[in-house]
């Protein structure tokens, strides 16, 4: 008899132990989720507001979404299957660091991962992997495009004669000297959208006909960054003040970005980031994300995933409560062989529908980027992305639209991708190359602030 006894005592102190003594943090935040809501608010302080719920909120391996982690990753689905442990053990390793999407089953966890709370979730990742991004992070540097200058010009002939007849703030600065206007013309008139002719017959029939592409063609190794994307004296800073970044996150509030595989890296680099700005985007961007098929109805397979279902955009902005949308799309597009027209007028569609259920949503185009010097891909040709751009360029001032350029600021200045920023030779670039865009989209904001 004392011999059961002592053994049951001794059951009963494991039991009280482990219940209360040595549970995991795991175990713990499982707890707290799922009793938070029984306890009085009184008693339960972190009940009080969003961010403090967050803070007893925590990303386990009980309710991490692992399945719809590993159907999201091929690679790590070949790897690891459905193995639960594994695919924890990959997120908290690798998955974070690297900037891959990870989702809960617990709906509050699920509710900050695809929020706009910076703050709240900074404390998900951070107590996932600890201080592990700071320790990785490191500066990188821009690489500017080779800029050639005016002297670039001649390669097209330009009648500055004639230029000086038809621009006349441009003869008053500079006379006849068509040196001085070419200067000008590169500082100045491709800003301000100035028209030219040129001196040789073929080359004035390209640049005075409906050929985009053609017209593209011959500019490209003359274009310059002042065309569609403002000085580059913006996108080449590094830093910004406080008062800025505060600026700036205001400017921009709840900003849900779309696209598709090239968008897809941009959503990696601001999961792995630091930066408050970048941690509060949302993303629906897809793999071979096209127009086509983001104009197909609601439920079809080719849509990103909000909520474990397949929406159509015009239903997922404003359940996502997005003030401002930024879109990068038409590649896929162009690849297939539809013309420039066609799809710029896909793209207007595409918006108009995403406003008019949201008629306050702030929209914003960036431009697409040029692809590697070298590519036979006749299709999709630097040319015709660039020709595209212009379309999408006038296209989004008539509608009231913003439009960023990031073509040129990732060019080599010559009309492609720099080299150092292709991952692939072909379309898609390297993380380093993510940093031009963050530059670009906050100096959009603070030149469009004021």
Not at 11 to 16: A, E, Q
Not at 70 to 81: Q, T, W
Not at 216 to 232: D, F, I, M, S, T
Not at 244 to 257: A, D, M, V
Request: charge should be negative.
């Amino acid at each position: 008899m004392r011999n059961r006894l002592t053994i049951m005592l001794c059951l009963m102190t494991v039991w009280m132990f482990c219940a209360c003594g040595s549970m995991s943090p795991a175990d713990v935040s499982l707890q707290t989720a799922d009793t938070a809501a029984l306890v009085p608010a009184e008693e339960n302080p972190g009940t009080a507001t969003g961010t403090d719920v967050s803070k007893a909120l925590q990303l386990t391996e009980e309710n991490f979404d692992f399945r719809r982690y590993a159907d999201e990753h091929a690679d790590i689905k070949a790897a690891y299957g459905y193995d639960r442990t594994l695919l924890f053990q990959h997120l908290q390793n690798h998955g974070i660091l690297e900037g891959r999407s990870w989702h809960s089953t617990d709906p509050a966890v699920e509710e900050i991962i695809m929020g706009y709370d910076a703050a709240a979730k900074e404390e998900l990742i951070r107590a996932l992997v600890g201080d592990a991004r700071e320790e990785g992070a490191k500066e990188e540097s821009l690489i500017l495009p080779e800029v050639t200058g005016a002297e670039a010009l001649r390669d097209a002939e330009i009648d500055f004669v004639r230029y000086a007849k038809e621009y006349p703030e441009a003869a008053k600065a500079c006379g006849e000297n068509e040196e001085a206007l070419a200067a000008y013309y590169w500082e100045k008139g491709l800003c301000a959208g100035h028209l030219v002719h040129s001196r040789n017959a073929a080359k004035e029939e390209i640049l005075a006909g409906d050929d985009a592409v053609a017209r593209a063609e011959l500019l490209k190794l003359y274009r310059n960054p002042y065309v569609l994307g403002g000085a580059p004296k913006e996108w080449q800073r590094e830093d910004f003040s406080e008062e800025e970044e505060k600026r700036i996150s205001s400017f921009y509030g709840k900003t849900l970005l779309t696209g598709d595989s090239i968008m897809q890296g941009y959503q990696r680099v601001c999961a792995a980031a630091q930066d408050p700005f970048l941690l509060s985007f949302q993303f629906l961007a897809s793999h071979g994300y096209t127009l086509e098929l983001a104009l197909k109805e609601h439920g079809d397979g080719y849509h990103p995933v909000y909520r474990g279902e397949r929406m159509a955009l015009w239903d997922c902005v404003p359940l996502m409560e997005s003030d401002t949308l930024l879109c990068f799309l038409g590649g896929g597009d162009l690849s297939v062989g539809r013309t420039v027209e066609e799809t710029a007028q896909m793209y207007e569609t595409l918006l108009k529908k995403i406003g008019a259920v949201q008629p306050d949503l702030h929209i914003i185009l960036l431009s697409m980027t040029y692809v590697y010097e070298g590519v036979d891909r006749e299709i999709l040709s630097s040319a015709r992305i660039a020709a595209t751009n212009e379309v999408l360029y006038r296209m989004a001032g008539e509608n009231g639209w913003g439009f960023i350029d990031v073509s040129y600021a990732l060019s080599d200045g010559k009309g492609n991708l720099t080299p150092e920023y292709s991952l692939d030779q072909q379309t898609h670039y390297v993380p380093e190359a993510y940093a031009v865009w963050t530059r670009c989209i906050k100096s959009y904001a603070l030149r469009e602030a004021g």
